[in-house]
């Protein structure tokens, strides 16, 4: 039975492609034919040119994975979960109606409804202590002591999304599927499916990218490959950007949407985010987290007439590190992957906590774009909003 396994592996590699500029980098051209007498290598990984026989064949397809480092089976990534415990917060949240609502002193009032002055209308969350149906309508109070009515909905759920913790820097780059998507045989649209399918929030190695018709498509497996936009993908770079003079610091893609956090040259940590969304981008640099508050509450407007008005209470485990602009956790989305924010970065509640716990006021974070799309212009920016 494994004598038949391995002759259908060899049928099947001899039969699929692979990029000939690989099999070339590695100093195999197929298309020169041996040597008379010349004997065929067995089939193998030849990552230096044997003496005593060509490489051919099987022998160069996987002569050039492993160059790649994909290996027969695949290296899994040297990395696995944060506890799960990290995911839970000891608050309830409740999203007031776009109409807006009034707050009111006391149950009373707000059951009877009686005059106030305060009126909270626009993107708004508060956090509830306390819920009572009174048999004519149901009412929440916030920590801060104030009543208002159920005129909205209770968040049932927030993200349970946690990235990866690592116990070495892996070998190649490897990000996560943001939505739905076929696998191809190759890169491009015009090639054939695969009949795999990805979901979001699936973990792919990423060992090589091509571009084809100005789209670039990465190779997650031996002849499969996903077009680039759909993978939130970690660009390993272990050596510190300009300026740091520690050795930790927290990295922000802004083109990839992810964020990694290094140690000693080291990775520790990965995940994905979501940042600002045009105009409201997160503004590239390098700096440095200067107040550390495990709640806080968020409030702010950029239009005249308030109209964007929004109040975020009870924000967990934030991180200012550029005026307004903080890494913190986001309980009122889901969209990590993608941007989305006024400026913050927003993480997952339970990757929120784990950074909570690891980082330092002082530690160093650099946020760039590899794009380039993202605006420098610091006359763009106002002081940021989550």
Not at 7 to 18: A, Q, R
Not at 348 to 359: I, K, M, P, T, Y
Request: include cysteine; glycine fraction near 8%; charge should be negative.
């Amino acid at each position: 039975m494994k004598q038949f396994f391995t002759s259908f592996l060899i049928l099947i590699l001899l039969n699929v492609s692979f990029p000939y500029a690989v099999v070339l980098a590695q100093g195999y051209d197929p298309s020169i034919e041996p040597d008379s007498g010349a004997v065929v290598c067995p089939p193998g990984v030849y990552l230096a040119p044997p003496a005593d026989c060509s490489p051919l064949g099987p022998s160069a397809y996987l002569t050039g994975l492993a160059s790649l480092g994909l290996t027969f089976p695949p290296r899994p990534l040297p990395a696995h979960s944060p506890n799960p415990e990290l995911v839970s917060i000891p608050y309830r949240y409740f999203m007031v109606e776009s109409t807006g609502t009034y707050l009111y002193p006391s149950l009373a009032d707000a059951s009877s409804q009686q005059a106030s002055s305060v009126f909270m209308k626009g993107f708004v969350y508060v956090a509830y202590t306390d819920r009572v149906d009174t048999g004519h309508g149901i009412y929440y109070m916030t920590p801060d002591g104030w009543w208002l009515p159920g005129k909205g909905s209770r968040v049932s759920a927030y993200s349970d999304f946690q990235g990866l913790l690592f116990d070495k820097t892996p070998c190649n780059s490897f990000g996560w599927i943001i939505e739905e998507v076929p696998t191809k045989s190759a890169p491009g649209y015009n090639a054939p499916d695969t009949g795999q399918r990805l979901y979001r929030f699936n973990i792919v190695q990423v060992y090589s990218t091509e571009i084809v018709a100005d789209m670039e498509w990465d190779l997650i497996g031996p002849d499969e490959w996903v077009e680039g936009r759909k993978v939130a993908r970690v660009i390993l770079s272990t050596i510190p950007p300009e300026g740091v003079t520690t050795g930790r610091w927290i990295e922000v893609n802004l083109e990839e949407q992810t964020l990694t956090v290094y140690s000693q040259s080291e990775l520790v940590f990965a995940t994905m985010i979501a940042t600002g969304l045009e105009p409201f981008w997160t503004k590239p640099g390098l700096f440095q987290i200067y107040e550390k508050k495990p709640i806080e509450n968020m409030s702010g407007s950029f239009e005249a007439d308030k109209s964007d008005y929004y109040y975020l209470q009870n924000v967990p485990w934030t991180m200012y590190y550029d005026q307004a602009r903080a890494l913190h956790g986001a309980y009122w989305h889901t969209n990590f992957g993608y941007q989305q924010s006024h400026g913050c970065i927003n993480m997952s509640v339970g990757d929120s906590r784990w950074l909570f716990d690891w980082s330092q006021v002082g530690d160093w974070v650099y946020v760039h774009d590899p794009s380039g799309r993202t605006p420098t212009d610091p006359s763009l920016y106002t002081t940021g909003a989550p």
